[in-house]
């Protein structure tokens, strides 16, 4: 049976690399255990370097993979620079390794594909510890840069799909075809108990903000209590390509958390804009027409 070894990078009294209130042994661990979860579906076998926050030795790491006698080695990581402007997706194998090469180019093909990365840093090589001491294949990804906003947010928000894109790259390299989950057989959902805005969609300041402008700008007489509910929700206008101004710096700041790239943070809805709305509206199953409407605003202020 295939073996496969996932290594979360860094854990215990090693953070790893920090920024914007993250920490990468943190992102590992969590994109590691479901790259197991999605592995696993596809009948290969999976063994880890860390399931919990626990310190292990770099060298302790490898010498597990090379005892477990695993096919392929991938460990996952999160970049870190001194500037934050530093940002993207890149992947490292052994210098020697043409298998380690190949893997490298599964990864990172099915991230790009995958749409989840600002810049495509492209594949490496590097002497490190863990790509030199392991036997087989191995791989290392740094998903992106935790102390760049755009990709922090995606780091945080869309670990899911990181795992299924570092899984996808892995059974593509293995020549296994990749099967969506099967939903579980829907039961009856119990009554749902009746709930506030809040419980659904973000409140506070972004909010209050929104409400501001579409009173100044379309005299819509809304209370600014911050709440994000009929009444504002009713006041919603259409907002595409060409527009400028600070409801557009809302759209783009509500895009940002939600882990998606609009570009620079400006006020102007262009190219880039559209472009990223159309992302977040294909992502949330909206209709995909780059305009944001009643739909896409909801999306955008849900929890
Ligand atoms: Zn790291």
Known sequence: MTKIFIDAGHGGKDPGALGNNLREKDITLSVALKVEKILRRHKVSVVQSRTKDVFVDLSERAKKANAANANIFVSIHTNAFTSSKAQGVEVFSFPSSSNGAKLS?????????????????????????????????????????????????????????????IAKGILNYLGIKYVEEKKPTQKPAPKPKAKNVWDYYISGNSVKQLQRELNKQFKKGLSVDGLFGNDTMGALIAVRKGAKGNITKIIQERLAAKGFSPGAIDGIFGPSTEKSVKQFQRYNKLAVDGIVGKNTWKALFRK
């Open 105 to 165: 180019r599964a990864l990172l093909s099915s991230v790009l594909s995958a749409k989840l990365y600002t810049k495509n840093r492209g594949t490496k090589t590097a002497n490190f510890a863990v790509l030199r001491q392991t036997k087989m294949p191995a791989a290392l990804i740094e998903m992106g840069f935790i102390t760049n906003s755009q990709d922090a947010a995606m780091l945080k928000n869309r670990q899911e799909e990181f795992a299924t894109a």
